[in-house]
């Protein structure tokens, strides 16, 4: 009985977010226009793999009234290629919608607006030849024979599981390379990951699709019996952490929420004085001492040029990168849209007029108005669920964790439902004592953390020739500058083993086109829906020759990507970025990205060095999209520059197969 081979693709890409759906059509495109000079394409075919039932944007935070922190011209193609197909002013010329948008006078689209683009282009890209997307394939591991790369997944929801209780894997694909664009996963603060599962706990990345089954769970559970109209037997107590736009906007859409929620006041109608009694309230727990303004002045949104990306990638050290990242996070981490903050501002401020009128007994409606309370300087360090089982009651945010048990669970795999939580709050300035708040629900507006593709690298296939172990033993390494490599050897290709000796190939490919971007920010323009499982850090190396068309040769570095292992994220997301503690665990030492994104074999003769020559053993190139902060500069995550990275790496990548299928014909 003969068995045929399987169908081996030229690229696999795992994910089908904003920087994959670029990839596909950066891709088309860069195909098309190499068919319209008469050549053959060296890459015909790509496929996608993505855990989710569609493309989305962000599906949790599609709130009514909400804008996009960035023009629309920092779309899927504009920057790369102003006359694509896939911009968005032709998906509203295909709408017949420009006339009217023009209209509007205003570059920034709403939310729901551009998550509709996304989904139109994500359509359009998957009629053309040679693309296909496989949507409900999620992926357990990557292997590799030196060859091609074996992406083993499974269909949701899981049908099988092994003796271990792990999915069984019932779907390989197989391609000769690699892009991984996997997305975030939400960080989740150690005092509250292990009440993670109860199902009032959640984070803002899946707000929009949860609150109103929590909303209604709590009102069912404290509803007055004896009452016909529902009232609730108190207020209810929700909890808000955080300190970026995402929080804010949920704090907002909350109070908004509960103001159409009655319930029963005690002593025969008659209200309490005490304010947190006597209406719904939400908190909003910050680590500062308040809101910040994001800055998106003109000067201050250079930094999401494109002339950025190379500036930042050629700094001699991490450290001088991370000194360019604390001056503008204000541009991104833990900040708050100006009109955004005006707004909750107004919003409080009116909570004080009726509190006043309420205590001289004038006609207030103090008592049916949610009321805002801002915690600064404060953080969550225990909490207690009370009535929640299968879940431990108490946890310290001294305790460890790991990402897996920190990750939030779909609803299916949620322990049932608690009665409340009880925290314990800190001042982290020492300014007040511990305070213990009880609340009926808590949302989490805490970041994103970027790691999860390493988690799906097979160490076998992949450890030793980039350069990682996924054991928890292996130690920690700080960022480091590594050696540049001598043009004279580039044909000396990196290996981890000294054991096994490759022949050179041909001299280092280059990077990418023109690169472009602009200015985006966290709270909602991060380039990919979150999906994956931790933070990575990264900083440049040595030995690459990116952007060839517009510096000298060997006039640019590669770059040394080591990744600090947070187990869990921080409370704020203006701590997304802080160096892990000490006696953190590091999985990663000295991994290289080139200018184009790819990830460089180790050198066996160099002890930080990498080289862009493909090692003769392994010949898939592996790519990375959105999770390259740490060397190409604060815009990676977001959709500033997701048109032009794409580019980059598909010209990268035919390249260099331009470059093989010369070198095997000239062989023949």
Request: net charge negative.
């Amino acid at each position: 009985m003969s068995s045929h081979p399987p169908p081996v693709v030229d690229v696999i890409c795992v994910g089908f977010g904003p920087a994959a759906v670029a990839c596909a059509i950066a891709f088309v495109e860069k195909r098309q226009k190499i068919v319209s000079q008469g050549k053959t394409p060296a890459l015909n075919t790509i496929r996608f793999v993505e855990r989710q039932p569609r493309c989305s944007f962000h599906p949790g935070m599609l709130l009514p009234g909400t804008s996009m922190q960035i023009t629309f011209l920092k779309d899927l193609a504009t920057l790369r290629s102003p006359t694509s197909s896939y911009t968005f002013i032709n998906y509203l010329h295909e709408h017949n919608r420009l006339v009217t948008y023009i209209n509007r006078g205003s570059f920034i689209p709403s939310r729901r607006e551009f998550s509709d683009y996304l989904f139109w282009a994500a359509n359009k890209v998957t009629l053309e030849d040679g693309i296909d997307v496989l949507y409900d394939e999620e992926v357990l591991q990557i292997t590799s024979d030196g060859t091609t790369v074996a992406v083993h997944t499974h269909r949701a929801p899981i049908a099988s599981t092994t003796r271990l209780g792990h999915p069984q894997p019932t779907h390989t694909h197989y391609g000769r390379h690699l892009v991984i664009a996997p997305g975030g996963v939400s960080r989740i603060p150690p005092s509250l990951a292990p009440i993670a599962r109860c199902p009032q706990i959640i984070h803002t990345s899946v707000y929009a699709r949860s609150i109103d089954q929590i909303i209604s769970s709590i009102s069912v559970r404290f509803r007055a019996p004896n009452f016909s109209q529902g009232a609730n037997i108190r207020p209810l107590r929700i909890a808000v952490v955080g300190s970026g736009q995402s929080a804010a906007e949920v704090l907002l859409n909350l109070h908004g929420r509960l103001a159409y929620i009655p319930f029963h006041h005690d002593n025969h109608g008659e209200v309490s004085l005490d304010a947190s009694t006597r209406a719904h309230s939400i908190d909003l727990i910050i680590r500062k001492g308040s809101l910040k303004p994001s800055d998106d002045s003109p000067f201050t949104n250079e930094i999401f040029d494109p002339s950025s990306t190379d500036f930042v990638y050629d700094l001699p050290s991490s450290r001088e990168r991370a000194e360019v990242k604390r001056e503008y996070e204000n541009t991104n981490y833990g900040v708050v849209n100006p009109t955004t903050i005006q707004k909750i501002y107004e919003t409080i401020y009116e909570q004080r007029v009726e509190d006043d009128a309420h205590a001289r007994d004038a006609p207030s409606d103090s008592c049916h108005r949610p009321r805002i309370n801002i915690l600064p300087y404060f953080s969550i360090v225990s909490a207690i669920s009370n009535g929640c089982d299968h879940i431990p009651q108490t946890f310290s945010s001294e305790d460890s964790l790991s990402c897996e048990d920190a990750t939030v669970v779909e609803a299916e795999h949620r322990a049932p439902v608690p009665h409340t939580f009880t925290t314990t709050l800190r001042h982290i300035l020492g300014a007040a004592l511990d305070e213990e708040r009880t609340y009926d629900a808590i949302i989490m507006g805490t970041g994103y953390e970027r790691q999860s593709w390493l988690h799906m690298l097979d160490e076998d296939s992949f450890g030793n020739v980039f350069g990682f172990s996924n054991h928890p033993s292996s130690s920690s390494s700080g960022f480091a500058k590594a050696n540049h490599i001598d043009r004279r050897d580039s044909g000396k290709i990196d290996a981890e083993d000294p054991q096994e000796i490759y022949a050179p190939l041909s001299p280092p490919t280059t990077t990418a086109a023109a690169s472009s971007r602009s200015r985006s920010s966290s709270r909602d323009d991060a380039a990919q829906t979150p999906d994956s499982r931790s933070s990575l850090n990264m900083s440049p190396v040595g030995g690459s020759q990116p952007l060839e068309e517009r510096l000298p040769s060997g006039s640019r570095s590669t770059t040394s990507l080591t990744s600090s292992h947070h187990p869990v994220g921080p409370e704020d997301e203006t701590e997304m970025l802080s160096p892990a503690p000490s006696g953190v665990i590091t999985r990663v030492q000295g991994l290289k990205i080139s200018r184009a994104y790819r990830l460089l074999p180790r050198d066996p003769w160099g002890e930080n060095g990498a080289s862009e020559t493909p090692l003769k053993a392994f010949k898939p190139r592996v790519y990375i999209q959105g999770i390259a902060e740490e060397t190409h500069g604060m815009s990676d995550t977001l959709l500033s520059v997701v048109s032009v990275r794409a580019g980059e790496v598909m010209d990268d990548l035919f390249r260099s197969e331009e470059a093989r299928v010369r070198e095997e014909d000239r062989a023949m």
